[in-house]
């Protein structure tokens, strides 16, 4: 990198704005452990600074050449921006609201007996659910929302203790219990009453956070929220879909809803991926990696799907492999430095189907007003050498569905003028085809699925479930049948030169 580069970079570093992933912590132990891969998400949401310009960070998120687009902006009386979306039209929904910055997206749910709205970030990277208590007076809660006796008469409030820790800090407190409403449900849940938490918590608007990982992976010690609604028996289907809405879209559509999917949100099919065994994370399989179809060959990833981190995370060696192919980038420590006017777009294979992310995504900050940007792909490892992270970065690019019946990840697009493609490597290269899933059916009942392989879209099975992608497989599994064809032609046409 060049010595300019650099120096801004020393500049740039002097103040910042944080953003959340999941991050394990051992007792003593470095963060790249590889060993720390098969423990539980023991610690989550360490805060990762990046720079910012401060003078344009409520102007201006994106590179400095790009306009602002006006969002309608609500203002709390605790004095944190919000950017609310449109209330949802489909039952059992919520509507997503955001930071402005797509840093952290969160829904309203109601708590007690006076109902007391609180706002919690929405994390399937985690199952603990906690807000912040009234009795807490740290600064982070003082400028939240909090919750105590005085808002419910309802609440029942336990000695047990449990501790979260955090890179820079730790959020601790007691359990408790009471009604919790969301999204057309009514609970009774346990969770999380935090009496301390670190500054941390200063940068971002929500006021606890609602656990959305898989069954068995809480912290401290309590039914997750998905458990209580399969005993229940409240949804059709024990699944949770998103759609993030991206703040420079000037969007103001993004829902999770409970037990379905809004097929208003997607255009095409639905393709899933099983998890991988032996983990209790939202964790599938990864086909490769890949910039304007030039393939990077990674083998053997796994990546750990997660609406609570802000951006993508990939081993260190990963992420140089893939800013390689990215024209203009270059390294800075875990960060990277892309051209603020990049044109190339990063692509990501599950089950045989490919997604892209567009350069408004992965390029993040301008260093000072220059043409050089932080890449929101960071060379970060927190589980291990072939675990990634994808977060919002990603999943803004497609519709998420988490099945916690069948253990498995899907995904659909969101914009048909970016399309999944059907992925075929050739070489070095992935050469997509025209994905007919974007133009099928979305009530087809089959579902491109992988459980331990990699990239294997030939594996279709019948469902039940609101799922798809027929059209993947069929495409794949078309070939042999188009080789007979082409061969009895051929043969026909050398009888006729003959006679």
Excluded at 58 to 75: C, F, G, I, N, S
Excluded at 180 to 209: C, E, K, R, W
Excluded at 228 to 236: F, G, N
């Amino acid at each position: 990198m060049h010595l300019l580069q650099y120096a801004l970079l020393a500049t740039f570093y002097s103040m910042g704005v944080s953003a959340f992933f999941p991050y394990i912590i051992g007792s003593g132990a470095s963060s790249t452990d590889s060993k720390l891969g098969s423990n539980k998400l023991m610690n989550r949401f360490f805060p990762l600074r990046r720079p910012t310009n401060k003078e344009n960070d409520d102007k201006e998120y994106r590179a400095p050449t790009w306009k602002l687009r006006k969002v309608p902006r609500l203002m709390r009386d605790n004095q944190y921006k919000i950017y609310p979306g449109d209330p949802p039209s489909m039952n059992n929904s919520l509507a997503i609201n955001q930071d402005g910055r797509d840093y952290s997206y969160f829904s309203v749910i109601n708590l007690g007996s006076k109902n007391k709205e609180m706002w919690m970030l929405l994390d399937t990277g985690g199952a603990n659910t906690w807000v912040f208590g009234s009795n807490c007076s740290s600064s982070a809660c003082t400028r939240h929302n909090t919750f105590g006796s005085g808002d419910s008469t309802s609440l029942a409030v336990s000695t047990n203790t449990w501790n979260v820790g955090y890179g820079t800090g730790t959020v601790n407190g007691v359990l408790a219990s009471d009604k919790v409403s969301f999204a057309d449900f009514n609970l009774q849940l346990t969770f999380g009453l935090a009496s301390f938490a670190s500054d941390d918590f200063l940068n971002y608007p929500m006021d606890g956070i609602l656990g959305l990982g898989r069954p068995g992976s809480s912290d401290i010690g309590t039914s997750i929220v998905m458990d209580e609604m399969i005993k229940a028996k409240y949804l059709k289907s024990n699944i949770v879909a998103f759609s993030l809405q991206r703040h420079s879209d000037n969007a103001t559509d993004g829902e999770i809803t409970f037990g379905d999917v809004d097929k208003t949100k997607f255009i095409g099919s639905i393709s899933y991926t099983n998890t991988t065994n032996g983990s209790n994370r939202w964790e599938i399989p990864v086909g490769d990696a890949s910039v304007d179809g030039k393939s990077c060959n990674f083998t053997d990833k796994t990546a750990i799907i997660d609406t609570g981190t802000s951006f993508i995370l990939l081993p260190p060696d990963d992420a140089s492999a893939l800013h390689r192919l990215i024209p203009g980038s270059s390294p800075s420590g875990e960060d990277f430095i892309v051209p603020c006017s990049s044109t190339a777009r990063v692509q990501f294979t599950f089950s045989g189907i490919t997604y892209s992310i567009p350069p408004r995504d992965y390029v993040g900050t301008s260093i000072n007003s220059s043409p050089n940007c932080l890449s929101n792909i960071v060379g970060h490892q927190p589980f291990g050498p072939d675990v990634w992270l994808l977060g919002d970065v990603f999943l803004k690019n497609v519709y998420s569905v988490f099945d916690f019946d069948n253990n498995r990840v899907g995904f659909a697009g969101r914009n048909a003028s970016s399309p999944p493609t059907i992925a075929i490597t050739r070489g070095s290269t992935i050469v997509v085809t025209e994905n007919s899933a974007a133009s099928a059916s979305s009530t087809s009942d089959s579902t491109a699925s992988s459980s331990t392989g990699f990239a294997s879209a030939a594996q279709v099975t019948n469902s039940t479930s609101p799922t798809i992608t027929k059209a993947a497989a069929a495409n794949i599994s078309i070939h042999p049948l188009l080789h007979l064809t082409v061969f009895t032609s051929l043969f026909y046409f050398s009888l006729l030169v003959a006679i």
